[in-house]
């Protein structure tokens, strides 16, 4: 029989969390587990992901059991969130979490993964942050201290790009050819990701001072390069959108010129899968720039890599485990304390602290990718090599490897005749209700 396999996690939602968890149910599937999913909600993103139409889709929708209603204990359970929404319910537990873009994790979380049998996280970097990890804390009432480490493994399982999504293609979608027709710049770098809360210089993919770098490099050029932004502050509504333009000629508004500043083109509002793929395969762009601060992955990057295309990005993190110095632009920085204002809640340790790039270097690349195209050319097409160790299929692989000794030990307890009960009823077992956030 089977093995049952549970499954938590924001399968529904447009996010980072989202796609590895969609992309997790595959792979049990695929390892021949029979699988429930039970979706969450991820923050305010939408949770429109899943296509009926789509064959992939269908199969991840075929799973879902929304009132967390299964028939029986799982077997395996898998959790994927945030540590401290761990929920151990199967006989085997394991939480999955995309990791921590910071030097120190919060103590919670640390000590919410020792609720689990097993913790999984992308990158070699989250393994070593969490590993690293020991606290220290005083219970307020008896006084009494106590240590707090990760005492239960940590496994790096990287997360696959999908090989049939991700791939060269010169074929378009109308809205997607309306939209770049838009652009009359042949020469575009793309960011793509949430503009998230901090202040300038502060959050954590420094978008600000991304698009502020990029305009005083480019400045009174001719014919200078676009800046292609496909981001939000975290929804597709219209008043977010119009916060992104408010911040954008906020920062052009104190950046000076004499003759003209590059464009900037802001693409905001939903986009499938394949449709992003259509986005980075697009002529117009070129390259893509990262200034991000901290990535338990980097999930975007590796999407965009698979196009053959230069990347410029932060020289530190999780993204480094598949970006190669030599054939993507690594970007030297220093670490700076993580700003009280640029995490919510209290995700963060008052000693975090995360990357900065040093953003003459960063509009160095800029400058030598936009004159020396071709030479940067031929070291993406290395990396695009590179990225092939990284697919959903060898994903896959790993997993199964991963499970393979702990599922073993589920089977490896010899059976004992018991007297034959006589059955009641069918009573489900209700496993407990999800709180929607």
Request: aromatic letters at 10%; one cysteine or more.
């Amino acid at each position: 029989m089977k093995k049952l396999v549970s499954v938590i996690g924001p399968v529904g939602t447009r996010s980072g969390y989202g796609s590895h968890a969609r992309d997790l149910v595959i792979s049990l599937l695929d390892l021949g587990y029979d699988v429930r999913t039970m979706p969450i909600r991820w923050g305010k993103t939408p949770q429109n992901a899943l296509n009926q139409d789509d064959p992939r889709d269908k199969r991840i929708i075929e799973t879902l059991r929304p009132d967390g209603n299964i028939e029986r204990q799982p077997d395996i359970h898998v959790h994927v969130s945030v540590p401290t929404e761990f929920n151990p319910i199967g006989k085997l537990n394991i939480g999955i979490t995309a990791g921590v873009e910071w030097t120190v994790p919060n103590p919670e979380w640390v000590d919410a993964m020792n609720r689990m049998d097993l913790n999984i996280v992308p990158s070699n970097f989250s393994k070593q942050v969490f590993a690293d990890a020991h606290f220290t804390v005083e219970d307020p009432k008896t006084k009494q201290k106590r240590e707090i480490k990760v005492n239960k493994p940590i496994e790096v399982l990287f997360e696959g790009y999908d090989e049939d999504l991700y791939k060269k293609t010169d074929l378009f979608s109308q809205s997607l050819v309306d939209e770049m027709n838009k652009i009359d710049n042949d020469f575009c770098f793309l960011y793509t990701g949430h503009w998230l809360q901090g202040p300038m210089g502060h959050d954590r993919k420094d978008v600000g001072m991304m698009i502020n770098t990029f305009l005083n490099t480019f400045k009174d050029v001719d014919n200078a390069p676009a800046l292609l932004l496909k981001t939000s502050c975290g929804t597709f509504s219209p008043p977010d959108k119009y916060e992104i333009l408010r911040k954008v000629r906020d920062i052009k508004s104190q950046v000076p010129f004499k003759k003209s500043l590059p464009k900037i083109h802001l693409l905001h509002g939903e986009l499938s899968d394949t449709q992003m793929n259509e986005l980075y395969n697009h002529p117009k762009v070129k390259g893509m720039i990262s200034f991000t601060k901290g990535e338990g992955f980097g999930r975007p990057l590796l999407e965009f890599s698979t196009t053959g295309k230069p990347i410029i990005a932060s020289g530190w993190s999780g993204h480094v485990d598949f970006l190669d110095k030599d054939m993507s632009n690594l970007l030297p920085g220093g670490l700076m304390k993580v700003h009280k204002d640029s995490i919510p809640g209290n995700y963060t340790h008052k000693e975090s602290q995360w990357f900065s790039v040093d953003y003459n270097a960063g509009s160095f690349a800029m400058n030598e990718c936009f004159k020396k195209y071709d030479k940067y050319l031929s070291r993406a097409y290395l990396q695009r090599q590179r990225s092939e160790d990284f697919t959903l299929n060898k994903m896959t692989d790993k997993f199964g490897k991963i499970l393979e000794p702990y599922v073993a030990r589920l089977t490896s307890h010899v059976p004992v005749n018991l007297p034959k009960l006589q059955k009641k009823d069918d009573t489900k077992v209700t496993l407990p209700k999800l709180q929607k956030a």
